[in-house]
């Protein structure tokens, strides 16, 4: 990381990307989506068209946001009811022009702006988010519930509509035209987070279903800041235009974007350097080149003229999955030496040329809550992993050797060498590992299936709580706990820690979840990663948040 962007800033409600200094401010100082009560007058002044490196999304509407691609495209084609404010650590209010709660946190009440419109001109009420929801979870969408569907889980009625047993979401109400209210299973102080994620985004009754599903999902009708401008092309490339209607605050000043599917950073690097590109991912042996080519973003996340590299942290974990059902690693002990035996620094120093840092902490370093050093046994200390080994019954023999091995699976596209350097630190221990390449669908298809040993995983965060790793990561049951971890006293902590209203007293509570499930050691926190992005010369400002949201509305190139 640059010395003047420290890992450690922390994202809350009070404060983010702190430290800029006077340039970068002024270039933050239009939060997006921040001012929609005051709307907008006109089309801003034409402003040329932007192009954004993406790789293939899983797709660019609500229904099949499943990775970072698929979520920038569809951020800025569709509005949520809220939005979170990485600038200011607010979390406001976006469609919805005020929110509210019970005091038990489980009837949530959004008053929808009158007045903001779809991209085909019709309005956007309270009913738009009830189809919309009630489009995840149906069978009958595509044949399927959504993949991400899980965002509603909480809702009261969710697992009847995914059974295909009713069509009605009956959690979620609307008692008129602009008010939309929602009951839940049980208590959760921070169910308007979730409601930020664009997979909520409103859609027009009646569309993007059945038959005309496939449509939708090509050239889909949002309310954002962007419309698409024809239809994606897979593999290839989105065309946005600017939507001048948009209501929701001020008006784009780019004329659109184009978001260009690259299959590798390396590509998309030459073309950033050939002029070909506004926006380029940096892959991790150009990071160097990038710093020395681009000069470096004074806050990390926005790119200003000479200072275009962006490094500031991402929303992002990197980690190793135990299967704890298995043999080898159902005993924590096991677990706590294979994760204690393993140099992260190295790795970080050597591989990732200073694009990442050790992770001490499954929570990453831009939610608020992580602290330092929670999981200890995130620590480099091979003689303690030696001595843990013994306790579990693998002790060493005269030739150094234990009686441990296992295959190491991870998804076939990804880079080996930071699991070959685990690989020699694990026989430093004299456990035997081969490294099994799998393509990702099989062995995510493994981890759920429980036929595993150990794997690499990758989270990153759907919204900027502490509650969206510990959850979904580690409650008994959901199905991105693929260790199969399962502890009643952990999930009864979880469940007391989503009901507490106060929000100082509630990050308290989450922060003594992961205290508790550190020294259980499901997972092992390997790393967390910047994020790696470069604008060209002919960007004026960009930015791009630590979610790795494009703010493209705000977005500027030269004259």
Request: charged share 25%; aromatic share 12%; proline share 5%.
């Amino acid at each position: 990381m640059n010395e003047k962007t420290p890992l450690n800033h922390l994202i809350t409600r009070r404060a983010m990307l702190a430290g800029s200094a006077a340039a970068a401010a002024s270039a933050l100082a239009a939060c997006k989506k921040n001012d929609a009560e005051q709307g907008a007058d006109g089309a801003s002044a034409a402003g040329g068209t932007l192009s954004y490196h993406i790789e293939s999304p899983t797709g660019i509407e609500p229904y099949t946001l499943e990775d970072e691609n698929a979520v920038a495209v569809a951020f800025n084609l569709f509005d949520a009811l809220t939005y979170y404010d990485y600038k200011t650590g607010d979390l406001v209010d976006l469609v919805a022009e005020s929110h509210s709660h019970n005091d038990t946190d489980d009837v949530w009440t959004f008053k929808i702006r009158k007045g903001t419109k779809f991209h085909d001109g019709s309005e956007v009420t309270a009913k738009s988010f009830k189809y919309a929801w009630e489009r995840l979870c149906s069978p009958n969408t595509a044949d399927q519930p959504s993949n991400v569907s899980y965002h509603l889980a909480m809702v009261k009625g969710y697992e009847d509509v995914v059974a295909g047993t009713t069509n009605d979401l009956a959690g979620v109400t609307c008692p008129d035209d602009y008010t939309l209210q929602v009951e839940l299973s049980a208590p959760y102080a921070d169910f308007d987070y979730v409601c930020a994620a664009p997979v909520l985004s409103p859609i027009p009754e009646g569309l993007g279903a059945g038959d005309g599903y496939k449509d939708f999902s090509l050239a889909p009708v949002g309310n954002g800041p962007f419309k698409m401008k024809g239809q994606w092309v897979d593999g290839q490339y989105v065309d946005t235009e600017r939507f001048d209607g948009y209501t929701n605050g001020d008006v784009a000043k780019l004329d659109g974007v184009h978001f260009a599917i690259y299959r590798d950073s390396y590509t998309a690097y030459k073309e950033l350097g050939a002029g070909s590109l506004d926006c380029s991912l940096v892959p991790i042996t150009a990071t160097k080149d990038a710093e020395s080519s681009y000069g470096t973003s004074e806050d990390g996340y926005t790119a200003t003229p000479g200072k275009q590299f962006l490094d500031g942290t991402m929303l992002y974990t990197q980690f190793l999955a135990f299967n704890v059902n298995d043999p080898l690693t159902k005993d924590p002990r096991v677990r706590q030496a294979l994760s204690l035996a393993i140099n992260r620094q190295a790795i970080c120093d050597a591989i990732y040329e200073g694009s990442a840092k050790p992770a001490d902490d499954f929570l990453p370093e831009a939610i608020e809550g992580h602290a330092e050093g929670a999981w200890k046994y995130a620590a480099y200390d091979p003689e303690q992993a030696g001595k843990l080994l013994d306790e579990a019954g693998y002790p060493a023999d005269a030739d150094g050797k234990r009686n441990i091995s296992f295959k190491f699976m991870t998804n076939a596209a990804n880079a080996q060498d930071e699991y070959q350097s685990m690989q020699s630190d694990w026989a430093e221990l004299g456990i035997d590992v081969e490294i099994d390449k799998v393509e990702y669908a099989a062995m995510y298809q493994s981890y759920l299936d429980g036929t595993y040993t150990v794997g690499a995983r990758a989270w990153y965060a759907d919204y900027p709580i502490a509650d969206n790793y510990l959850y979904p990561m580690f409650y008994t049951g959901r199905d991105d706990n693929v260790s199969h971890f399962s502890d009643p006293t952990y999930d009864a902590m979880l469940d007391k820690a989503r009901s507490v209203a106060d929000h100082d007293e509630r990050v308290k509570a989450m922060q003594e979840c992961d205290a508790y499930v550190a020294e259980l050691m499901p997972y092992a926190p390997l790393n967390y990663r910047a994020l790696a992005r470069c604008a060209s010369t002919n960007v004026e400002t960009l930015t791009v948040t630590p979610g790795i949201l494009p703010l493209l509305d705000e977005a500027e190139l030269k004259a």
